[in-house]
């Protein structure tokens, strides 16, 4: 059986800059890095899970989407740690797929690079800063927690609007990683 998280990209592992295109830019969300070691410690395998419309949209290049990506790994690689995954949807949001999250192609594709199938899965959990990532984790039924950095604070105050119970909401990936079993 394996423990898997998925985590959303910008505002949960990287500061969310708003259609990132600088590599020079990518900068680590506070405790990012010690969250994801503890993770690590804990036997989860790590999937990042984003959805990348600035290039569908026109805003980023492919170049420069490559360059975020590479630059997030080396980041990642220069704090001792890196990701098992990552998931990307660069479409515009109107381009109906699977892939866009909060549909589920991106797991089913990450799952299956990584030969895992869900029915092996003892533990999932998702962990995100927008509505999109907690709705994915709903749709893998994940243990959704919701991270207050990026825009988990806009997050939090509108499913509080319309849901009686938000999912479980921490400050930071340190946080989260430290209630996994």
């Known amino acids: 059986m394996h423990k898997v998280i998925f985590l959303d990209r910008d505002g949960v592992i990287i500061e969310d800059a708003h ?19 503890i993770m690590r410690t804990k036997g989860y ?17 492919m170049e420069e989407y490559r360059a975020v990506h590479e630059r997030c790994v080396e980041v990642l690689a220069s704090k001792g740690t890196t990701m098992d995954g990552w998931g990307y949807y660069i479409h515009a949001p109107d381009i109906e797929c699977e892939c866009r999250k909060p549909n589920i192609g991106m797991v089913v594709k990450l799952l299956s690079d990584a030969h895992m199938h869900r029915s092996n899965l003892d533990h999932v959990v998702m962990i995100g800063d927008r ?33 009686s119970e938000p999912p479980h909401t921490e400050h930071t990936l340190l946080e989260i990683a430290n209630l996994l079993p």
Do not use: H, M, W
Request: charged share 25%; glycine share 10%.
């Open 131 to 163: 509505e999109t990532d907690i709705q994915l984790g709903k749709n893998i039924n994940a243990q959704c927690f919701l991270v207050l950095t990026g825009k988990g604070s806009e997050t939090y105050i509108e499913l509080l609007k319309r849901e």
């Open 45 to 61: 395998t790590l999937f990042v899970v984003s959805n990348q419309s600035g290039v569908g949209r026109g805003y980023i290049t």
């Open 19 to 37: 259609y990132l295109r600088d590599p020079k830019r990518v900068q680590l969300c506070p405790n990012a890095v010690e969250g994801i070691k």
